[in-house]
C-alpha cells in the first residue's frame, strides 16, 4: 500500500530565516507531486506540482520553491520566511497515468512564522 | 480558469438525517471530480473520486454524483453521525494535467 509522510509535522519559525519541509511517498512509482497551502478557514491553495525528477511547474509566484531530488521525495523551500508564509502545507501524490489519478494527502506541516 | 463554490459554509445536522452537500464549477470540461474528508489540523481523506464519463459513485453511507452540464456535485449522506462531523471538500481536476481546483468546503457539525 501506499503512504505519504511529511515532516516537521509543526513549525515555528522566526521572519527572515529559511524554510525546508519534507514530502516521501512510500509503495509507488512516478507518482505526479503537489504542495498546497491551507489559510485558515479557507480551500487549499496549488502551490507547486511536479511530474517527474527536476520538473517544478509553479502555480502562484511567491518567495517559496520546491524541488524533486528523487523520484519519491519533494521539498519546498524560502530562503526567507515572511509573515504571510504561516498556514497549513499539504503534500499530495496521484498516479502520473490514466484519468484515474485520485489524490492522496499525506498529515500536513503547520507552519507558523512570528 | 476554473471556479469551485460550496455552499452552504456550515451546515448543523441531529444525528441520523439526511444530508446533502453541493459542489459547483464553472467550466464543465474536466477530468474527475474528487471529494475529500478533512478533520480538524488534520490531512485529507478522499472519500469519492467520480470520472468525467459517470453520473455518480457510492462508498457505504455515502453518494457522490455529478452533472457536468450544469457544473455540479452533490455529496450525499445518510443517516449521520457525530463521527461524520468534519469538513468535506470538493476538488475538480481540469483538463490540464495534474492541476486541480478546491471549494473552501463545507463544515458539518452532526449534534447527538
Known amino acids: 500500500s501506499q503512504t505519504i509522510h511529511q515532516w516537521p509535522a509543526t513549525l515555528v519559525q522566526p521572519v527572515g530565516s529559511p524554510l525546508s519541509l519534507e514530502c516521501t511517498v512510500e509503495?509507488?512509482?512516478?507518482?505526479?507531486l503537489y504542495w498546497y497551502r491551507q489559510a485558515a478557514g479557507r480551500g487549499l491553495q496549488l502551490l507547486f506540482y511536479s511530474v517527474g525528477i527536476g520538473q517544478i511547474s509553479s502555480e502562484v509566484p511567491q518567495n517559496l520553491s520546491a524541488s524533486r531530488p528523487q523520484d519519491r521525495q519533494f521539498i519546498l523551500s524560502s530562503k526567507k520566511l515572511l509573515l504571510s508564509d504561516s498556514g497549513f502545507y499539504l503534500c499530495a501524490w496521484s498516479r502520473r497515468e490514466g484519468t484515474y489519478n485520485e489524490q492522496f494527502f499525506g498529515p500536513g506541516t503547520r507552519l507558523t512564522v512570528l | 480558469k476554473q471556479e469551485v463554490t460550496q455552499i452552504p459554509a456550515a451546515l448543523s445536522v441531529p444525528e441520523g438525517e439526511n444530508l446533502v452537500l453541493n459542489c459547483s464549477f464553472t467550466?464543465?470540461?474536466?477530468?474527475?471530480l474528487q471529494w475529500f474528508r478533512q478533520d480538524p489540523g488534520k490531512g485529507l481523506t478522499s472519500l469519492l473520486l467520480?470520472?468525467?464519463?459517470?453520473r455518480e459513485q457510492t462508498s457505504g453511507r455515502l453518494n457522490a454524483s455529478l452533472d457536468k452540464s450544469s457544473g455540479r456535485s452533490t455529496l450525499y449522506i445518510a443517516a449521520s453521525q457525530p463521527g461524520d462531523s468534519a469538513t468535506y471538500l470538493c476538488a475538480v481536476k481540469s483538463t490540464n494535467a495534474g492541476k486541480s481546483t478546491f471549494g473552501d468546503g463545507t463544515t458539518l457539525t452532526v449534534k447527538p
Open positions: 467550466d464543465s470540461a474536466i477530468y474527475n
Open positions: 467520480i470520472q468525467s464519463s459517470q
Open positions: 509503495g509507488t512509482s512516478n507518482p505526479n
